[in-house]
């Protein structure tokens, strides 16, 4: 019973930080275009793409660590 609290609080962590990434992701693509409509569609900051990429990085590591769990409950290891 203890192992199924401790994969309920990781899980449910993994959704905190999934939508807290998912937010700074749309944030910054908010501050990305914000600037391009600014600027005239010209080059963006260097900064900002850096922080775009940043939050894709993010984005993706959560992904693949939300397959790594849901292959762990698909061969029984998690229930």
């Known amino acids: ?3 199924l609290a401790v994969w309920r609080r990781q899980e449910q962590q993994l959704v905190e930080r999934w939508n ?3 937010e ?5 693509h908010e501050e990305l275009s914000a600037r ?4 005239g569609n010209g080059a ?3 900064e900002l793409v850096l922080k775009v990429r940043a939050a ?5 590591a959560l ?3 939300v397959a ?3 292959r762990e409950f698909i061969s029984g290891e998690r229930f």
């Open 24 to 28: 700074r992701h749309r944030v910054v």
């Open 56 to 60: 894709q990085a993010e984005i993706e």
């Open 68 to 70: 790594r769990l849901k």
């Open 1 to 3: 019973m203890q192992k």
């Open 44 to 46: 963006p900051d260097d």
């Open 36 to 39: 391009r409509v600014a600027q």
């Open 20 to 22: 807290a990434a998912i």
């Open 63 to 65: 992904r693949r660590q």
